[in-house]
């Protein structure tokens, strides 16, 4: 668990390997707010509580996926999911991807989604992962902006990305090259990347 003091409050990332009753329902509760804020998550419509519990428990089941979460004061205000290739997949084992990632509207603002997808990347390099995979709609600015001040490059834009309410949206694809810090570097491995 990393957790850093900032304006008075504590910002913690974990990963989940089992969730508490309390946990699950703050997280599904941020998870709706998010839904209902407009994105972070494949949901467009907010989710019954059981409907997103089951989403959560299953994926803490799912051995290619992990599940972060971030806290507010201790609080579960948001998650992220990083997502292994499968094992058939050789030819692109050195790739992950980055996905659902949000915090709810009510604790934005504090750095805590830097500090989670930070985290997620530091998890996916130690695995041994070159490069991180991401899109997003081009709707959400503020992720967007979040990225690119990441270090995330912008490889292309799907036009026909996602349909929110009747409106086909357009989504952005971004990579980031990762450094393990062990082995060859990344750059000399993957070549002008
Ligand atoms: C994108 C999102 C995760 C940011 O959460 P957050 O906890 O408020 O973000 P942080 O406080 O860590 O801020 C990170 C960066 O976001 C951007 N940002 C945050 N608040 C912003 C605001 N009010 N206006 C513009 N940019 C803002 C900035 O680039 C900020 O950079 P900084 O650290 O240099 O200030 C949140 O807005 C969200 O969940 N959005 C909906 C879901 C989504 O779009 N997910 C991504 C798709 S997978």
Redesign the pocket.
Same mark, same amino acid.
């Given at each position: 668990m990393n957790a850093v003091q900032r304006s008075g409050h504590v910002l913690t990332v974990e990963i989940a390997t089992s969730i508490a009753d309390e946990a699950l329902a703050e997280l599904c509760e941020a998870t709706n707010a998010?839904i209902a804020? /407009? /994105? /972070?998550f494949g949901w467009v419509q907010a989710q019954d509580r059981a409907a997103l519990a089951r989403h959560f428990r299953g994926v803490l089941l799912v051995p290619d996926r992990t599940l972060f979460l971030a806290r507010l004061d201790g609080e579960v205000v /948001?998650s992220a999911q990083l997502v292994r290739p499968p094992k058939n997949n050789e030819a692109q084992a050195f790739a992950a991807q980055l #996905? *659902? $990632?949000?915090?709810a509207p009510y604790?934005? &603002? *504090? &750095?805590?989604? !830097? $500090?989670l997808v930070t985290r997620a990347e530091e998890h996916a390099a130690a695995m041994g992962f070159r490069v991180l995979n991401?899109d997003? !709609?081009e709707t959400? #600015?503020?992720?967007i902006?979040?990225f690119e001040?990441l270090g995330y490059r912008r490889w292309g834009t799907h036009p026909a990305y996602a349909r929110v309410e009747g409106r086909t949206v357009a989504g952005h694809f971004y990579y980031k090259l990762l450094e393990p810090g062990r082995g060859r570097s990344t750059e000399s491995l993957m070549g002008g990347a």
């Open positions: 998010a804020e /407009g /994105g /972070g /948001g #996905t *659902h $990632a949000y915090i604790a934005r &603002g *504090h &750095g805590l989604a !830097r $500090a991401l997003v !709609r959400q #600015t503020r992720a902006a979040l001040s």
